[in-house]
């Protein structure tokens, strides 16, 4: 049974061991694997994200606050079960740590393109179609995985927690597609994107099993360090992360690539980028805010229609549909750094699809526009472009308003030779 796991979710296949070029590339792979991990966690700083999740561990043993910055590393922004999980990490000194992590996200972008594959064969029954369209997911968004390595950070295990929970629901698995979501969810809230489509493929028992495992998540912190630690935990995490977004916080640093960013800096003028002014509009802050609460609402009304039409009408479900929610838990989401795109390996791939459609002459139009920025983007970077053009690329979010056009295109066109799977 390992046997048959190793070789459709990480990608070895296991009756080729014995030849010796294939065990050469991967033994080669794992020493390279091996020695990165380990001069990435010397330049470990206290500022970095990974030193957040180490010291999270450290304060949760030790009954510190999770969310006043006890023990000097930047603000904790993660659910107090997640610092619960990051205990493991504490069992060891930071950079040791760092290193065995930084090992790990290797393992896990094998197991994505692995879970990608699964879910790709519910919806569309083509091998050499599928194994194409990974390797152009792959080739595009290796940039975001390699930011994401290079930082130590948990979007992969993010999206394939997820991945693994739509998978679980395709194989009508529901304790274990509910029980994944949520440990997505308390680990980043980003997933909970990908609620209503459980809760729509599903019934009232999808929403108990959701509230069993919420419940869970939310009681084994409070068990583990307390009731009253408890209760403090879950209030400051709400005062100090998620009221302020609720409250209309906006982060508009160059590098963040989600829609709210991007609005505020096009819409008024740069200050925490100096020399650099992203400016396209004059609408001060009032019209910005009232520009992206308008651009939420109308992104996230039309992803829930769409889930509702494939419930109620189509009676199925699309990869379209699982690609646009992937969009959208970036374009709303308050934060989005580079390398948390590293989920966009399965959006690439469900779009590389859409070549083999037989589209009229304005979708190959935008579809090969599409097709043309997905690809450039790809390399884009400091010492590709220059610091000067990076700059300007990040800061008025080409890579947002892509996504933006690629929800629009997979919204109105349809996939070809998609099941659409009940």
Known sequence: MWKKAINRYFLIDTNRLSDWKYSLFWIALFVFMVVY?????????????????WTAGHNFTS?????????????????????????????????????????????????????????????????KKINIALIFGIVCSFRFFWYHT???????????????????SLKKNGWLAAALLVLAIFIKILPIFFIPWLVLRGSYKTVFKLIVCVVLCITLPWLWRGWQAGITDIHNYYITFLEPFQNGRVEPEFHNQSLAAVIYKVCIPTTNDPGYNYQLLSFGFAGAALFYKISFLFLGGLLTGFLVWERFFLEGNTLRGLAMIVICMHLLSGITWEYHLVSLLFVYA?????????????????????????????????????????????????????????????????????????
């Open 350 to 422: 469900v779009f590389a699809f859409y070549y083999w459609k037989k589209k009229d002459l304005l979708q190959k139009i935008v579809f090969y526009i599409l097709g043309f920025f997905v690809i450039l983007f790809s390399f884009v970077g400091k010492d590709t472009v220059g610091v000067t053009l990076y700059h300007y690329l990040e800061g008025y979010g080409v890579v947002t308003w892509t996504m933006v056009l690629l929800f629009f295109f997979m919204l109105l066109v349809k996939l070809p030779d998609e099941k659409a799977v009940v």
């Open 150 to 168: 290079q930082f130590i950070q948990m979007n992969e295990l993010m999206i394939i927690l997820c991945l693994a929970s739509v998978n679980a």
């Open 63 to 127: 009954g510190a606050d999770l969310y006043n910055r006890t023990g000097g590393a930047e603000r904790y922004i993660y659910p107090p079960f997640a610092a619960m999980l990051f205990q493991l990490f504490a069992l060891v000194p930071l950079k040791v740590a760092a290193s065995i992590y930084t090992f790990v996200n290797f393992l896990l972008f094998l197991l994505f393109i692995g879970l990608t594959r699964e879910v790709l064969r519910h919806f569309i029954g083509d091998s």
């Open 37 to 53: 991990s380990i001069l990435n966690s010397r330049a470990i700083r206290i500022d970095s994200d990974f030193t957040v999740f």
